[in-house]
């Protein structure tokens, strides 16, 4: 759980608020769908993505996949189609990064990004995760949180 803002000075992420999840939903279109599947009803990330006082999307982690080793967690984001491009997952990212840093004892983050999904395989280079080959016909990516 996210227990405190977070910012860049361009991004913040800061826990879920009471409503947030309807604004999550409505940001899925067809990219979100392709890449993540139907979405939970009632969604409740880790943090949401605000930019401007507006979100623009989330960002997640966690411990649940059964090829994570200890101390890993998996990470994913969703940016909603009109903030797409502006960097805004990447600085959501790095600020989730910084929080296991700072306030949890995980020490490895992973993603696990469809070959087909440009975007975040950028994202990936972007951050400076490194590859580790393939995992489920998906791309696996790996990088120290500290």
Known sequence: ???????????????????????????????FHRFMG?????PSPTAVI?????IVGWVDYDVDRTWLRSGEVN?????????RGNGYATRAVELLLQHLAD?????TATLLIDSDN???????RRAQFDAHGELDGNQYWKRPVR
């Open 38 to 42: 139907e979405g939970d009803a009632h």
């Open 103 to 107: 306030d949890t004892a995980f020490d």
């Open 50 to 54: 605000v930019v401007d006082d507006e």
């Open 1 to 31: 759980m996210l227990s405190r803002t977070l910012s860049d000075g361009v991004v913040l992420i800061r826990a879920p608020a009471p409503g947030d999840d309807a604004i999550l939903v409505a940001g899925r279109d067809d990219v």
């Open 75 to 83: 990470v994913g984001y969703s940016v909603f189609a009109l903030h």
């Open 118 to 124: 440009e975007r975040s395989l950028a994202l990936a």
